[in-house]
């Protein structure tokens, strides 16, 4: 088939790949348009971009997908079937009509579980035990459209998202080929989603990652994992702002957010036993092990994070 790939973070990558290599014509990619990094902001383009720029494969970059002169170019193509893989834009009807075969998404979830912007985040969070990732057909329903396949991934219990986005990542690509080799010769039929089960993960915001020491140590260190490492979960200290890498839940009990400091380590209370923090970053400053910021800061025993942190 001639396909048309859509993507454009690092995430998607393994899927153009993939894509890349398979017996299928890769004839353009879609992705959003260049943005601002770094501290002189020039414009980036993004990594699906610059892949597709590699491989010599023509870069589409509307600020819309809505937009005539997009779906022009698009139609131009001739795609018989566009796979999609964190595009990041919604896909109106006009543009979603345009391949015969539709635009293919994989998603990484096992729907109809934890629709949305954030389902390997929502999946940590929420303690699954197995998550997956799913084809399906985009339709105008938020990531409702008959799915394709699915494969499933165990849920381990130091994974944070980045580690298992990167894992599903890796094995989605896979199922997306073997999907749309499977459309080509006619062998699968998308089925529709089941009516039961359905849960939904909206994007994870800052406002969300912060840590509320209250919780027992297993919501902390679910809440630190998942947010890891975007947003990145937080707390105060001192009135500032302290981003918290993955903790560990021990034995010892300790007053929600109270601080108990060793020489080299640093333990801080939850609702249940306390956690052994890992890996945090003050504001202003690079990310250190906890044993480092506590001498740097001259933090005693006694102390607290949260809206009670005292120097």
């Known amino acids: 088939m001639r396909l048309v790939f859509a993507g454009t973070p690092e995430v998607a990558l393994p899927s153009l790949d993939a894509i890349a290599a398979s017996d299928h014509e890769l004839v353009g ?59 990041g834009a919604l896909l109106p009807q006009s543009a ?16 109809p579980h934890w629709r949305g912007a954030a389902p390997v985040q929502h999946s940590i969070w929420a303690g699954d035990e197995v998550t997956g990732a799913t084809t399906f057909r985009i339709v105008k329903e938020l990531d409702a459209g008959p799915t ?16 298992l986005l990167a894992r599903l990542a890796e094995g989605g690509a896979s199922l997306l080929v ?4 499977g459309i080509a010769d006619g062998s699968i039929e998308a089925r529709p989603q089941q009516a039961e089960g359905v849960s939904y993960a909206p994007k994870i915001e800052v406002d969300d990652a912060r840590i509320d020491w209250t919780r027992p140590a297993v919501a902390v260190d679910r809440q630190v994992r998942a947010c890891a490492p975007a947003p990145g979960a937080w707390t105060t200290y001192a009135g500032e702002r302290l981003k918290v890498g993955p903790v560990r839940p021990v034995e010892a009990v300790l007053p929600a957010g109270e601080l108990a400091v060793a020489k080299n380590e640093v333990l801080v209370g939850t609702g249940s ?13 690079k990310q250190m092990s906890a044993a480092d910021w506590a001498r740097g800061a001259r ?12 120097s």
Do not use: K
């Open 29 to 87: 990619v879609v992705t959003r348009p260049d943005a601002p990094a770094g501290r002189g902001r020039t414009l980036v383009a993004s990594p699906v971009a610059q892949r597709a720029e590699q491989l010599g494969v023509p870069v589409l970059r509307p600020a819309h997908p809505r937009e005539p002169d997009f779906q022009e170019a698009l139609r131009a193509l001739a795609p018989d079937c566009c796979p999609v893989v964190a595009y």
């Open 96 to 111: 979603l009509d345009i391949p015969v075969h539709g635009w293919v998404n994989l998603h990484f979830s096992a729907l």
């Open 148 to 163: 394709y396949g699915v494969m499933t991934e165990r849920i381990r219990p130091t994974d944070t998202a980045g580690d």
């Open 178 to 181: 073997a999907t749309l080799d």
């Open 273 to 285: 036993s306390a956690v052994r923090l890992g890996e945090v970053r003050p504001n202003g400053r």
């Open 299 to 310: 933090l005693e025993t006694g102390s607290s994070l949260g809206d009670t942190g005292e």
